[in-house]
């Protein structure tokens, strides 16, 4: 197993633009940041598990070994170029005093050998971890630069430490990790049900075989065929199918690499890199959130968490009269949904709630608000995968990659897996096919002729698609829309949740989702919480307190809140490098309906027996109830206070905000002023391309939008082929 074209080190080391001492620097920063601590400040000290557990640190677990390459591969010039002036300054006297209030340079500031019991009853300056201090001072800064330095390290060092086994790259044979046991994980294996003794059972894909010899490097290979489909997503899926039975000539060309079911593995940081747009770590270019988009053979569906939920009529209605679309509203689009839903196996029959997803149920029940069960695409599997966002496991989850691509397979439709389409080729107004590089290191490029393109590459990767062509459209790649999220977090002590265990989103409350106007405000759900994902998001006050937290791993509950966002400001690019750049502000209304959810989410937790809410908000301790306060806990004094101080604080840029769904940067109009495509789908400047994706929906839809962006209603396009 190994992370994704992951660079070998010095390589790393010579795209990153750091020296040597720039790289201990670094290495050293993430050891301050999650170092080894005394077992004596942690719960049950004389246990192997936990000593184990405080003795894993970022230098222990390799951190640096995972992080370097990433940032080497996938960040911009700009982003390096600051990296390495902040990792320059903590060298000097200066620096360091400026940036972290040390009159010394970072490197030569006393690094014990772990947080001690004495080191923080007693912060003698002879004894105490000066650079885990010094980190303190960053988490804790008044600029927002810093903090987000600080908070983008902290995600990543966690998800290293907490969510992977040392057999990655090579480091180890060892398939644990050690601090797997303490927080009551099991590991590489579900333990919902055994998996498949082989997948001889399930359909896997061929792909077109190209020469692979090294007298061939960056040669030219041409293929003929009626349509190309660029991605293997949602509304990829569904078009080559179609299309496809419709006795047209297929090719369809995904940029990720496939698996099979056999390579899967469980762990977190790998799965993540190998899944994930930049390996997991695209962001917006000020860092207020972080952009976790599909990338493999299935899309987005190979890693959702089986929520389906159908496009509620409010919205279906805004885009029929708003924005003069009315095929929403019509029969025809409600029967698409349906038929899609009955191939992907849509259903909310036999579903069996984990903790957390009963959790939410039974709280909003008790406080009289809005919730439901989240139909799943798992067919009539009795599905419990807590692993599904790595990739189900089991094969149970519908995807694309089981289902639609099946049909489309079996209607002769060809693939070709790990290749980029570079460029969409158009003479006169009207497409002729593409050009692809793949990515298999040999420089091999594919040249198709084709009188129909479809990209369905998603609303990250459209829009650069179309850029790079040639189209000139004003609304490509603008009205980006994300569905903010912000994560609040309940402790329940005598109960164990165990939230890798079980499906993961079975369950909504819709009680904000009108908060500012009708379908303008957000919902509240349960995301997937495996350890990495956890620590990475887990609130940080101290390296002992952090551990402390992440140990409550079996007995917290996790809520999101999901925004459907309508004055934030987003939008995508590409820039001059060739990497994504993803602007994106807050809007105050926005911000203001998460609060909101935030204070719901916090009053159904404590309604279900929370004892401690923590959100995610800097500066806001967490609100800790006895037992008095449990009586009416929603109504204490305690909770009134809590609450009024994420309304005064708010969800900003300072706040962890994380983006799981994207669309509408290619957004469909009635005309080229409002939009980048026509009703149809084609894009006003070349004839025969067309946008089937995420990216065309006019705004934000507001729930998980499996079903919504696998109904593409492009009939008059199989006319057009």
Known sequence: MSLRHLLP??????????????VEVLAALLDAIIPAVDP?????????????????????????????????MHKPAFVKKQLRIFLWLLTTSAGSLLLIGKRT??????????CSASDVVNHSPQTQNERVDAMMVLCKSRLVELRCIFRDLKAFTALSVFGRSLILDGMSTSVHNPTWAALGFPGLVPPESPLPSDYNHIWQPTFIKTARSSQL???LTEIETDVVVVGTGCGGGVLAAELSKAGHRVLVIEKGKHRRFEEYTNNELESLSNTLECSGLLQSENGSIMVLAGSGFGGGTLVNWSA???????????????YGLPFFESKAFSDSIEAVCERVGVTDVNIQHNASNRILLDGCKRLGYLSATIPQNVGSHDHRCGYCTLGCPYAQKQGTHLTLLKDAAEHGARFIDWCRVDKINHKDGRTTGVIASLLDGTGRRIAVKAKTV????????????LSRSGLKNRNIGRNLRLHPVSIIQGHFPDREIKPFYGPIMSAISTVCSDVKGPARGCAIEVPSMLPGIFAAAAPYSSAVDFKRYVLQYRNRVSLIVLQRDHDSQGRVSQDAEGLTRIEFELGAED???MSSGLVASAKVLLAAGAQEVESC????PALKLDAADMEDPASCQKAQDFFAAIKRIGVGRHTQVFSAHQMSSCRMGTSPLTGAVDPKGQTWEVKGLYVADGSVLPTALGVKYVAIARVFFFLPLLDSC
């Open 9 to 22: 080190w010095d390589e790393s080391v010579r795209r990153s633009g750091l020296d040597s001492e720039h």
């Open 40 to 72: 004596a400040l942690l719960p049950n000290p004389d246990s192997k598990e936990t000593r184990d557990f405080a003795m894993a640190s970022a230098s222990s677990m390799r951190a640096i070994l995972s992080l370097l390459p990433v940032i080497a």
């Open 105 to 114: 340079p970072f490197l030569e500031l006393v690094n014990g050998a772990k």
């Open 217 to 219: 490097q960056g040669a």
């Open 308 to 322: 389906s939920l159908r496009p509620p009529h409010k919205v279906r209605r805004e885009w029929a009269t708003t």
């Open 454 to 465: 479809i990209s369905s590459c998603g609303s990250v990767q459209t829009p650069q698609l």
């Open 591 to 593: 911000a203001d309906s």
């Open 617 to 620: 908000l800097p500066g806001l």
